[in-house]
T-cell receptor, first 114, second 114 residues
Framework: GENVEQHPSTLSVQEGDSAVIKCTYS??????FPWYKQELGKRPQLIID?????GEKKDQRIAVTLNKTAKHFSLHITETQPEDSAVYFC?????????????FGKGTHLIIQP | DAGVIQSPRHEVTEMGQEVTLRCKPI?????LFWYRQTMMRGLELLIY????????DSGMPEDRFSAKMPNASFSTLKIQPSEPRDSAVYFC????????????FGPGTRLTVL
């Protein structure tokens, strides 16, 4: 089955700086890579996703890059703000074969220092 | 739409007791997923349904766990008998489109087994 590794487990950055979170996946058949944000005690919510036919996607201060050859993808947050503090999860998925659920990384606790 | 609804939000029970968690997906979403979140193992897919039919239950830990979806607007996850290692937050998610696509998570049920 799919295995997703996520680094770092904790990331502390100064407000206004950029944050980068990296994930690797094992199954080359995976073709969908979402990122979820989970605030303390809340539900995970999708913030951005990318499919394997695209190398990069941006949405305001958030961007995701995908390197299919190396089987890794990254989340980039620019101009970080206090409300960006949360746990971020990457995930990988592919359709077909009955295993259509998301395989999540262990999460990165992002701390924005004022 | 109220989003995915889960009940109860918190459950405390004693080892050996039966526990039933409930989920109401977003109306019109034909795909329903059950996840378990723990500090040690992160977010894990337990089972998912398409049109009320279980498609992939390979993540269900053991026979003590069972899930049903008697109709399009209701699903249950049952643990019988419960054990302390079942303590976790259980999330239900639903999706409008077939995997892999965005999944909308419910608020979760925090289960504590004493």
């Amino acid at each position: 089955g799919e295995n997703v590794e996520q680094h770092p487990s904790t990331l502390s950055v100064q407000e206004g700086d950029s944050a980068v979170i990296k994930c690797t996946y094992s199954d080359s058949a995976s073709n969908y890579f979402p990122w979820y944000k989970q605030e303390l005690g809340k539900r995970p919510q999708l913030i951005i996703d990318i499919r394997s036919n695209v190398g990069e996607k941006k949405d305001q201060r958030i961007a995701v890059t995908l390197n299919k050859t190396a089987k890794h993808f990254s989340l980039h947050i620019t101009e970080t703000q206090p409300e960006d503090s949360a746990v971020y999860f990457c995930a990988a998925s592919f359709s077909g074969g009955g295993a259509d659920g998301l395989t999540f990384g262990k999460g990165t606790h992002l701390i924005i220092q004022p | 739409d109220a989003g995915v609804i889960q009940s109860p939000r918190h459950e405390v029970t004693e080892m050996g007791q039966e526990v039933t968690l409930r989920c109401k997906p977003i109306s019109g979403h034909d795909y329903l997923f059950w996840y378990r979140q723990t500090m040690m193992r992160g977010l894990e897919l337990l089972i998912y349904f398409n049109n009320n039919v279980p498609i992939d239950d390979s993540g269900m830990p053991e026979d003590r766990f069972s899930a049903k979806m008697p109709n399009a607007s209701f699903s249950t996850l049952k643990i019988q008998p419960s054990e302390p290692r079942d303590s976790a937050v259980y999330f239900c998610a639903s999706s409008l489109l077939p995997p892999p696509n965005e999944q909308f998570f419910g608020p979760g049920t925090r289960l504590t087994v004493l």
